[in-house]
């Protein structure tokens, strides 16, 4: 069964710690994305990443990192730089970042709550 | 860059009647528009897309109209059900980007 999985679901942290979220996908999908869901804002792009070993910058990168070492598998860094991590994150993938057919499939999203 | 702004951000209809959700676009090379539904606590999921060389589709009960010279474009859903009720994000697509409006919020009263 094909799909993007993000664990865990909800997570909690002190305040000035880094935490990494996982997103895994078995679509055979090139690109991904993290997208951050706040009330009343829809989403916004944080990182994107085109293929292995590449990834840029969306709308609201500052405080958060990526790696893309498999094409699997596309982690999120919220860094205690970021000054309001407290949301709600959602992976997506896509077969190509610029194709037509090719439609975002999201993950079911982590709850990150920062204290 | 794009910029995607939809109305109403809620919207309360009777089962049965007709739901209709507007969308507008800032950037004129756009040139694919979909549309997801989040039910609660769920996964934003495609419901329907439509490119920028047609103006409208419909699968269904729902359908999409769009307007390039306008630069806007609706999503209808009809004979609406309880089912229905969720939060609706349009987006447009420029090149590698899809942005995304800020929702409107469906509820469906029996």
């Known amino acids: 069964d094909g799909g993007i999985t993000q664990s865990p679901k909800y997570l909690f942290r002190k305040e000035g710690q880094n935490v990494t979220l996982s997103c895994e996908q078995n679509l055979n999908h090139d690109a991904m994305y993290w997208y951050r869901q706040d009330p009343g804002q829809g989403l916004r792009l944080i990182y994107y990443s085109q293929i292995v070993n590449d990834f840029q910058k969306g709308d609201i990168a500052e405080g958060y990192s990526v790696s893309r070492e498999k094409k699997e598998s596309f982690p999120l860094t919220v860094t205690s730089a970021q000054k309001n991590p407290t949301a709600f994150y959602l992976c997506a993938s896509s077969l190509a970042l610029s194709s037509y057919n090719s439609p975002l499939h999201f993950g079911n999203g982590t709850r990150l709550t920062v204290t | 860059g794009e910029n995607v702004e939809q109305h109403p951000s809620t919207l309360s209809v009777q089962e049965g009647d007709s739901a209709v959700i507007k969308c507008t676009y800032s950037?004129?090379?756009?040139?694919?528009f979909p549309w997801y539904k989040q039910e609660l606590g769920k996964r934003p999921q495609l419901i329907i897309d439509i490119r920028s060389n047609v103006g409208e589709k419909k699968d269904q009960r729902i359908a999409v109209t769009l307007n390039k010279t306008a630069k806007h474009f609706s999503l209808h859903i009809t004979e609406t059900q309880p089912e229905d009720s969720a939060v609706y994000f349009c987006a447009a697509k420029n090149d590698y980007k899809l942005s995304f409006g800020a929702g409107t919020t469906v509820t469906v009263r029996a």
């Open positions: 950037d004129s090379a756009s040139n694919y």
